[in-house]
């Protein structure tokens, strides 16, 4: 049962362009949610987070935004660089799980010159 | 810098024998870890919750006789693949907690079984 999904496995985005990379939740316990950038034979590299009791969240270039009526949440790069290309997972946690994390299945993200 | 780190990085070994893997907190204390495998082309599954001074917590599925975890101390916890396989062949990742909800991750171990 895949808790958590990205349905788009790859993505190729031009650079300067917005990336938008995005994540679907089934359980609603979720409550904070996560997006980790992962490059090949290497552990996953925080991102940026956002909780439950908000709908968006700003990084730099990196923003997170959280639908939590659809379940739906999205991460947007802009403006996207060469050096973003990488897999990036989203993973969700709720209250009482000590940070346990449950991950997406990963977007495969391409920046082209 | 790293502030999880994972020893060693890459190991071949035959089938049958068994394989440890450690994963350290640098600079900081960490009463739970948790561990992860990863298939190519595939999302991180959860193994287990390594808890210090107590027995781990394994996912629905982990063989707890097979993957065995040790939390010896607040800074290390470590995994041991036993009687390893070539389907235990994958990429394993250790993370552990560092204030807030989210984690820091090791650098993962890539174990091959011939």
């Known amino acids: 049962d895949q808790q958590v999904k990205q349905n788009s496995p790859s993505l190729s985005v031009q650079e300067g362009r917005i990336s938008i990379l995005n994540c679907d939740y089934t359980?609603?316990?979720?409550?904070?949610f996560l997006w980790y950038k992962k490059y090949p034979a290497e552990g996953p590299t925080f991102l940026i987070s956002?909780?439950?009791?908000?709908d968006k969240n700003e990084d730099g270039r990196f923003t997170v935004f959280l639908n939590k009526s659809a379940k739906h949440l999205s991460l947007h790069i802009v403006p996207s660089q060469p050096g973003d290309s990488a897999v990036y997972f989203c993973?969700?946690?709720?209250?009482?799980?000590?940070?346990?994390?449950?991950f997406g299945t990963g977007t495969r993200l391409q920046v082209t010159l | 810098g790293a502030v999880v780190s994972q020893h060693p990085s890459r190991v071949i070994c035959k089938s049958g024998t068994s394989v440890k893997i450690e994963c350290r907190s640098l600079?900081?204390?960490?009463?739970?870890m948790f561990w992860y495998r990863q298939f190519p082309k595939q999302s991180l599954m959860l193994m287990a919750t390594?808890?210090?001074?107590?027995?781990?917590?394994?996912e629905q599925g982990v063989e707890k006789d097979k993957f065995l975890i040790n939390h010896a101390s607040l800074t290390l916890s470590t995994l041991t693949v036993t009687s390893a396989h070539p389907e235990d062949s994958s990429f394993y990742i250790c993370?552990?907690?560092?204030?807030?909800?989210?984690?820091?991750f090791g650098p993962g171990t890539r174990l091959t079984v011939l």
């Open positions: 390594s808890n210090e001074g107590s027995k781990a917590t394994y």
């Open positions: 993973a969700a946690t709720y209250s009482g799980t000590a940070s346990k994390l449950t």
């Open positions: 359980n609603s316990m979720f409550d904070y």
């Open positions: 956002i909780s439950s009791i908000k």
């Open positions: 993370s552990a907690p560092k204030g807030g909800r989210g984690q820091f």
């Open positions: 600079d900081f204390q960490a009463t739970t």
